[in-house]
């Protein structure tokens, strides 16, 4: 079992910028790690998430402004998040799992206010 723990989330002016952490206990290098959020009263969505390969996929919503990394020798995940908006608050979880049909592994998410 992987656990993730997530870190680096905050409250923030609108424009602003905050960089996720996700510090998994185990390898991931072979693991497709992503990064979603859930807003108040919606379903939780994608944000980015990066394969193993490097294939790495964005949600239009934050193309251009958001960006997924991985240090797979560290075991860490980080999503840079600039340009920041009211409509990405949201509690940001970290995902990992060996194949894209699988549920994998959630952290205890981290709480990510915009303010206007």
């Known amino acids: 079992q992987v656990q993730l723990v997530e870190s680096g989330g905050g409250l923030v002016q609108a424009g602003g910028s905050l960089r996720l952490s996700c510090a998994a206990s185990g390898s991931i290098i072979s693991s497709i790690m992503g990064w979603y959020r859930q807003a108040p009263g919606k379903q939780r969505e994608l944000v980015a998430r990066?394969?193993?390969?490097?294939?790495?996929v964005l949600a239009d919503s934050v193309k251009g402004r958001f960006t997924i990394s991985r240090d797979n020798a560290k075991n860490m995940v980080y999503l840079q998040m600039n340009s920041l908006k009211p409509e990405d608050t949201a509690v940001y979880y970290c995902n990992s799992r060996p194949a894209y049909y699988m549920e994998g592994y959630w952290g205890q998410g981290t709480q990510v206010t915009v303010s206007s």
């Open positions: 990066t394969a193993g390969s490097g294939i790495t």
